[in-house]
């Protein structure tokens, strides 16, 4: 046993979630990402002194639909508090948050890792602002700043330390991506920097009742390297430890061309940010019947149509999960069910042919050029024994997409390969293929059995897909006990 199996891990995050709203947290300043520098930025932005700051509801919204989400209680009263530190990106000398009574308390996620189901518990999430961006590798002399971020509503979800390991990180930062997709309130995309987290890391021995001290990784924007410096900083506690030394509460910087975690302060140069209840926003009152028509209009969630899939349709968790990764897709999976009746054959016809179609051309399914009736169409021909799986999927499907306006029987007619079940048809395949070798025959009357795959590959070759399996097996079996 290696010393690193006497430790465990224990991770909790702060996840930040840029929120897809069109304006600013608190004014109408746009938010788009990629526009030019510093042409997305008011006053209010700006910090000038004398502007006020007015809330944007619908991060509200936003922040009431994740919470709800993630079954945390929601406080009906909320406030604003002001975090104060200096920066250049930040013109207000202070950041606009929540501290004492954020929106939403408790909740939970459940995540799926190869360990089985485990359930991650929230402290709480709250809405606060970005701040602008600075921009050090542009210019060799003057480090550049972009105030265009400056005021983006994010939601900042804060999780308990009950996550183990960078791949148990990696399912709930996965989790958190696809719910804010699927709520339209994000489109968690972290390359983009649309979602970040800091990652709060320590290790204690197996079996240890108390967390150990911890180390905080700021603003991973990439689970390649998220995982990466998790792995790395707990070797590097639990080596610190086996040599006798002791953890530093710190945060950390983490280098991925080096593939290492650095100081960027210690706790004792830590900011005292001293927050205080921000004078210039009210406290955010929420009644019951906004709270309601917010619940009534919540979608039904991932994991939830994931499982009524699973029973309902009978899929399997593989296939009911990859089509549960987005709305959009899941919508369209249950209209092709309504449309064709046949729940698995639209699965496998969507997974297998529709899905890659749609990443290999980067399109949305909205305009995935074949219509849903056509489609319906293809997998009850697939169904029938019109038309062999195979054939349906490598032939078929593609000149569908190069005729869109043609339905599915038309095409498989022109393409010649509709199955036949039809006596004659197969008679003269099978006595072709029966005549061409009598050596064979004889053996099987032997007893070398299973040669019959071997007449049937042939006949089923010869008939270029057009042989009805079925049919053709049934009567090869007949003609042979004939002979
Ligand atoms: P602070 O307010 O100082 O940032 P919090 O107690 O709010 O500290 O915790 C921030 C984050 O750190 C949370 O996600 C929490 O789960 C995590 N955390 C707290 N203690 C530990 C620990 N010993 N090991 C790992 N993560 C921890
Ligand atoms: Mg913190």
Redesign the pocket.
């Known amino acids: 046993m290696s010393i690193y199996d006497k430790y465990e891990t ?5 996840v930040h979630i840029q929120l897809s709203t069109k304006s600013k947290a608190f004014c109408s300043d746009d938010i788009r990402y990629g526009g030019a520098p510093n042409t997305q930025v008011s006053t209010i932005s700006l910090g000038h002194p004398g502007t006020l700051p007015r809330l944007n509801t619908r991060q509200v919204e936003y922040a009431l639909k994740l919470g709800l989400a993630l079954d945390c209680s929601i406080n009906l009263r909320n406030t604003f508090d002001r975090k104060n530190y200096f920066y250049a990106d930040l013109p207000k000398g202070y950041q606009i948050t929540q501290d004492a009574r954020p929106i939403c308390m408790g909740g939970e996620v459940n995540i799926e890792t190869s360990n089985g189901p485990r359930t991650i518990r929230l ?1 709480h999430i709250h809405m606060e602002e970005d701040a602008g961006k600075s921009i050090h590798d542009i210019d060799p002399k003057a480090s550049l700043i972009d105030l265009n971020r400056a005021g983006t509503p994010l939601l900042e979800i ?5 996550l183990r390991s960078a791949e148990e990180v990696s399912v709930f930062m996965n989790t958190i991506r696809q719910l804010v997709r699927w709520l339209g309130i994000s489109d968690g995309n972290m390359e983009e920097g649309s979602m970040r987290c ?1 990652v ?3 290790v204690r021995l197996k079996g240890a009742t108390t ?4 180390a ?1 990784i700021k603003n991973m924007n990439s689970m390649r390297f998220a995982r990466k410096a998790i792995e790395f900083e707990s070797k590097r506690q639990i080596d610190l430890l086996e040599s006798g030394g002791k953890v530093a509460q710190q945060t950390l910087n983490f280098d991925p061309v080096s593939g290492t975690t650095s100081p960027l302060r210690k706790k004792e140069d830590a900011h005292d940010y001293r927050y205080f209840p921000d004078p210039d926003l009210p406290p955010v009152v929420l009644d019951e019947t906004y709270l309601n028509s917010i619940k009534a209009a919540m979608p039904t969630l991932p994991w939830h149509l994931r499982q009524t899939f699973i029973e309902k349709y009978e899929l399997n968790v593989a296939d009911a999960a990859l089509i549960t990764e987005e709305q959009s897709i899941a919508n369209y999976y249950q209209n092709l069910v309504k449309v064709s009746g046949k729940a698995k054959a639209a699965a496998n016809l969507l997974i297998n042919k529709i899905r890659p179609y749609l990443s290999e051309h980067q399109i949305a399914v909205s305009d995935f050029p074949v219509p849903m009736n056509h489609l319906a169409e293809l997998i009850e021909l697939i169904e029938n024994g019109k038309v062999s799986n195979s054939i349906a999927y490598q032939s078929v499907f593609p000149a569908m997409i190069d005729a869109p306006d043609q339905p599915a029987l038309a095409i498989a007619t022109q393409l010649n390969v509709i199955q036949s079940s039809d006596d004659d048809f197969l008679e003269g395949l099978i006595d072709e293929v029966l005549n061409k070798y009598p050596d064979k025959v004889k053996a099987y009357k032997n007893g070398k059995k299973n040669l019959l795959g071997m007449f049937m590959g042939e006949v089923m070759r010869n008939s270029k897909g057009k042989a009805d399996p079925k049919a053709t097996s049934d009567l090869l079996m007949k003609k042979l006990q004939e002979m």
Request: charged letters at 35%; aromatic letters at 4%.
């Open positions: 224990v991770i909790g995050l702060e402290h804060v999780s308990e330390p009950d800091d709060n890391i320590s967390f150990g001290e911890r905080e």
